[in-house]
């Protein structure tokens, strides 16, 4: 391997979606010297696929406060950066149509209040004020809302981050796939693209479902899950507003900047791999507390060698290998439910659909910081299908701490020391989940 004649950077982040580049731009910000390495294009993957909501409610309460420190970045973000993202702060209306539904709203919202969320619940009477277009006779009891949340378009953000980087003298590669951290004297030294060494006092893996075959170079082992998901998209209707993100049982709804309804559907699917028999047993938990979220698709090496997409792809989002084709029968069932909430809308048609692929983990929250014994590595990973609201913020405290500072937000819940539970030290873990007894 030859070593790259550039000088050694301060900081290499590999992955150029929302987390990556927010933290490219915010280290140049800070006057490091940034190389951003991406093997497609920015936000081609998680970043540039995803439904846009930018939402604080009903987040896992480890993860709250970056999720709440995000929207004070947000709400500031397109000044910053003199770049749109359709950023709007529309509020986020999660419909509770069943009491064991409004049970649960009613525990998270007493307890985001010790948080300082503006967190409320709405009657019946106040969801019809709030989202109008929905349909009175679908059922609703209740609802909660939490104003401050807000949405953004997706791909438009994570290229203003890309944009801003580059302007502030990050230096980046698109198109090759970084194959190793390297490792020199006890600590991070760089990483491998093709055949050449980058060096760099520390290396950010922002890489998405990319992350855990990446961290089993320096022996770690990521117990990533991969689920698939689809989003569809109706054509614009910008004359009628639905002003807040709305989620029914089974969809996500959000309206774009064009005035599409973009529409997701609760719960994906993931392929039967060897990971997925060696990660069972830590994944179990998460299965029994909602069966729903994902589901093995047996068919899928069949499906991919003779399906073809039913719709174009959009225009906007670059094909990559991981993001593959939109499940027809999940649109259908999303269509089912929209067009149930928001009779009024039920003319208008699909004009798009699409996949994108989540990098999960067994509790369903992200891996944010440094590792213990590998000094110069920094993760920030895993936000299992909600990273695009708080990534910004995860990107910029992996600036603070790449440039040497403490977080400003407590990252102890999310260390990636929490995954195999050892206190103080980290150590890989075997494929069965438990720690080894050393590297
Ligand atoms: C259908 C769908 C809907 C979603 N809806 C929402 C939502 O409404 N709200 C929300 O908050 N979140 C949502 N999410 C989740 C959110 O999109 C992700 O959590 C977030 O985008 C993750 O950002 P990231 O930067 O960590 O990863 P990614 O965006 O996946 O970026 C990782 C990048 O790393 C690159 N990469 C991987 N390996 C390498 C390598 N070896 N070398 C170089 N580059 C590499 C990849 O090409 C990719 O571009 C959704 C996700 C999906 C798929």
Known sequence: MRRNSSPRWDLIVVGGGIVGCS???????????VLLLERETPGAAQSGRNLGFVRQQNRDFRELPLAMASIELWKGIEAELGRKMGWFQGGNVALAVDEATEASQAEWQARARDYGLDTRIL?????????????????????????SDGRAEPGRATRAFFEAAVERGASVSLGAAVSAIETS???????????????????????????????????????????????????PSPEQSVDPCVSAPLTGIRQDSRGSMVISVAGGEYDLRLDSWRYMRLYAQARKDNPDAARVNFLAP???????????????IPPTRDN??????????ALVEFRQYFPALADLPIEASWAGVIDTLPDMVPVLGGVEDLPGLLIATGFSGHGFGPGPMAG????????????????????????????????????????????
């Open 23 to 33: 933290a490219a731009y915010h280290a140049a910000r800070q006057g490091q010297r």
């Open 123 to 147: 009657s019946a009477s106040e969801v019809a004020d709030k989202v109008p277009l929905l349909s009175q006779g679908a059922g609703v009891r209740s609802a909660m809302y939490t104003a």
């Open 185 to 235: 004297a006890g600590r991070v030294s760089g990483v491998r693209l093709g055949d050449l060494m980058h060096e760099a006092t520390a290396v950010l893996c922002a890489a998405g479902a990319g992350s855990r075959r990446l961290l089993r170079s320096v022996g770690i082992d990521l117990p990533q899950e991969l689920i698939r998901a689809t989003v569809a998209r109706t054509s």
């Open 302 to 316: 069949l499906q991919r060698l003779y399906r073809r997409p039913h719709v174009p792809p959009l225009a906007d």
């Open 324 to 333: 593959v084709w939109p499940e027809p029968r999940r649109v259908a069932q």
């Open 396 to 439: 910029k405290i992996m600036a603070e701490l790449a440039g040497g500072r403490s977080s400003s937000i407590d990252l102890t819940e999310l260390s990636p020391m929490r995954l195999n539970h050892v206190q103080g030290q980290f150590r890989p873990m075997t494929d069965a989940g438990v720690p080894k007894r050393s590297r």
